[in-house]
């Protein structure tokens, strides 16, 4: 079974604070994803990385950033946390099998991130 | 950029009864459509997932149809039961380049006993 497993599943933090939420997978999955989960939204890409030390960003990368220096970690990081950064936080991972090949993600349990 | 509309945002049915949720999303290069679900307090699961070469894929009681022309992509699950309740995710994702999942805004259902 593919284990993505992250650090906290909760977690509190302070306006100003630096969050890092981490992330590991265990099956040598080259593609990793940070996505933020909020009632009525859905699931919105922060970034992904499709190898080490590679990242592209998502659609909402602002206040964001990432860390890849190993195939198993991603790590998400919240620069200077804030209250609308309050939310779950879901981790996933996915193979790559070559052009024309995707296959699924395996996501994380979750973190839920409350900044008060 | 790329986006995926889902609806509706809730749906109830009887057991027993269909549900269809439904899907469009914008970028004409995706050809790999999963759907996930979600129980409460639990992770994403994939359920079913289709490729742009195929038009419709079935497994026991769901199944997924495509119109990539339409760029219009459908969940079906027949004979629902209570265990079917859940927050339903479809997603759309490139074959090349970069494979980036976007996902729609979820569709709650509710299976009434």
């Known amino acids: 079974d593919v284990k993505v497993t992250q650090s906290s599943r909760y977690l509190v933090k302070r306006t100003g604070e630096k969050v890092f939420l981490e992330c590991v997978q265990d099956m040598d999955h080259e593609n990793m994803f940070w996505y933020r989960q909020d009632p009525g939204l859905g699931l919105r890409l922060i970034y992904f990385?499709?190898?080490?030390?590679?990242?592209e960003k998502g659609d909402i990368p602002e206040g964001y950033s990432v860390s890849r220096e190993k195939k198993e970690r991603f790590s998400l990081i919240l620069e200077s946390a804030s209250t609308n950064q309050t939310s779950m936080y879901l981790c996933?991972?996915?193979?790559?099998?070559?052009?024309?090949?995707?296959?699924?993600?395996?996501f994380g349990q979750g973190t839920r991130l409350t900044v008060v | 950029g790329e986006n995926v509309e889902q609806h509706p945002s809730t749906l109830s049915v009887q057991e027993g009864d269909s549900a269809v949720i439904k899907c469009t999303y914008s970028?004409?290069?995706?050809?790999?459509f999963p759907w996930y679900k979600q129980e409460l307090g639990k992770r994403p699961q994939l359920i079913i997932d289709?490729?742009?070469?195929?038009g419709e894929k079935k497994d026991q009681r769901i199944a997924v149809t495509l119109n990539k022309t339409a760029k219009h992509f459908s969940l079906h699950i027949t004979e629902t039961q209570p265990e079917d309740s859940a927050v339903y995710f479809c997603a759309a994702s490139r074959t090349s380049g970069t494979y980036k999942y976007i996902f729609g805004t979820g569709t709650r259902l509710k299976v009434l006993a």
């Open positions: 289709i490729r742009s070469n195929v």
């Open positions: 996933a991972s996915s193979l790559y099998r070559g052009p024309g090949r995707n296959t699924e993600a395996f």
């Open positions: 970028d004409s290069a995706s050809n790999y």
């Open positions: 990385s499709y190898d080490v030390k590679m990242k």
